[in-house]
């Protein structure tokens, strides 16, 4: 059984950071692709940044140049840092992991995490 469990949600201000963590267990976490995707209230769901098991990283425009996601294979984590962080940031932020990178893409990832709210207001 594979499990994902996010934390490092919260309330912050709008400018500031924070940074989520994604540990994995249940798998092999060096061979999958990884996503972090995010739902705002009223929204859909969106894929906010991937990195393959090859580190390869991609990013949404919204949040290019502001947020940056890594991976850890030997703590088998991921983390998303979120710099810079706006009111429209707002949501519940999820990991998600398949060995297949196309489903990341396609928003259908194998494996879910439950889900870590982060909230930015003043």
């Known amino acids: 059984q594979v499990q994902l469990v996010e934390s490092g949600g919260g309330l912050v201000q709008p400018g500031g950071s924070l940074r989520l963590s994604c540990a994995a267990s249940?798998?092999?976490?060096?061979?999958?692709?990884m996503g972090w995707y995010r739902r705002a209230p009223g929204k859909q769901r969106e894929l906010v940044a991937s990195i393959t098991s090859g580190g390869s990283t991609n990013y949404a425009d919204s949040v290019k140049g502001r947020f940056t996601i890594s991976r850890d294979n030997a703590k088998r984590t991921v983390y998303l840092q979120m710099n810079s962080l706006k009111p429209e940031d707002t949501a519940v932020y999820y990991c998600?992991?398949?060995?297949?990178?196309?489903?990341?893409?396609?928003?259908?990832?194998?494996?879910w995490g439950q889900g870590t709210q982060v909230t930015v207001s003043s």
């Open positions: 998600a992991a398949d060995p297949t990178f196309h489903n990341i893409v396609i928003l259908t990832p194998r494996y």
């Open positions: 249940g798998t092999i976490f060096s061979i999958m692709d």
